[in-house]
């Protein structure tokens, strides 16, 4: 036996180890007959569920806030903010009342008269 034989079994775990820790995933068998690892794509899509979510919790947060002040008092708080910085007049805009905001302030008035009438029935 070979004194380097210790050495070469080393090095050759060391490849071996290296190469698994690079290789994860599934496997392609190509028409040569050679197994090589599937190319991974990356993904750098539009993030519509993400931006779908934050548009309607900011559609919700409005109509809760146009319910609880009031429609004088919100529309008050949204001018002072169009007279403000530039980061201010931004988020006035998004926090100006639109439709499908007045719409779920609509249903938080039928929400709120169903829980007082439970209320009062029990």
Do not use: C, H
């Amino acid at each position: 036996m070979n004194q380097d034989y210790p050495n070469f079994q080393s090095r050759v775990q060391r490849i071996d180890q290296s190469r698994r820790n690079r290789v994860v995933g599934e496997f392609v068998l190509q028409s040569n007959g050679l197994l090589v690892p599937k190319q991974r794509r990356l993904r750098f899509g539009f993030p519509l569920r993400g931006l779908i979510m934050a548009y309607v919790i900011a559609v919700a947060v409005k109509a809760y806030l146009i319910w609880f002040l009031g429609v004088e008092v919100y529309s008050a708080e949204v001018i002072a903010l169009l007279n403000g910085t530039g980061f201010q007049q931004a988020a006035a805009y998004v926090l100006m009342p639109d439709q499908v905001t007045m719409w779920m302030v609509g249903n938080y008035d039928w929400l709120a008269a169903q829980i007082i009438a439970w209320q009062s029935a029990a």
